[in-house]
């Protein structure tokens, strides 16, 4: 499998500190938006923990496959698949020992939003508000759904449009690492054609820069690096309201 990546992080106009953090992994072809919350540098913290833990598993148990994994391989699962799964849990659980272990560490957490490139398939794996989208045949399509109080009234409620743009508790998430001892991690797997491209991405991206501005970008702009910018500069002309952290990756060959 041959992969082009892109990647990058941004502060954004309004914030005065950036908690967001990203992984690039190319020779795990593992790519990961984190996207922190918490009082002071907390959040900052927590979206550090998670990637430098999801990134130390897969050098573990790239050395050792038998290494004693922490949590129990569900046996529906494939290697691949529960690899990814038990990395953010153990991410999780490294970000609650913290929060209890120092006081100004209390409450926090941070989403999660990666994508592993693996036996001719993307595993995606995600909690919280940030997002993976998949442009195919120049179409765009989001892959995850957001654990978020919003997702939720407009599952339970049907919202309208002028409610959706209304809702006064758009950042609010239901589920995030950190949260609890123990974290539930949607994972997905999707068969790869070449020619695809992925989008990890915080929602300093997403809240800021339409699905339209986004395929519209990805689809006129061949150079990975430049679509990043060009996605970040978008976010930050509407407003840059919250940080920004954006990756693509793009299957070039299986």
Sequence with gaps: MEITAAGKTNVGIK?????DNLLQMPEENLF???D???GHSSGEVASQIAVEGI?????????????????????????EENRFIMSVKLANLRIFEASKREARYRGMGTTIAGMNF???DALVAHVGDSRVYRVRDGQLTQLTEDHSLLNDYIKAKKLTPDEIANFPHKNVIVRALGMKETVLVDLSRYPLQAGDIFVSCSDGLNGMVTDEEL???INTTPDLNQAVNTLIDKANAAGGVDNITVIIVKIDSL
Excluded: C
Aim: glycine share 10%.
């Design 15 to 19: 914030r005065s500190r950036n908690e």
């Design 32 to 34: 990961t938006v984190a």
């Design 36 to 38: 922190g919350m918490g």
């Design 55 to 79: 990134a130390n598993f897969f050098k573990a148990t790239r050395q050792d496959e038998d290494i004693t994994w922490p949590y129990k391989m569900d046996k529906n699962r494939s290697y």
């Design 118 to 120: 693996a036996g001719g």
């Design 215 to 217: 395929l519209a970008t």
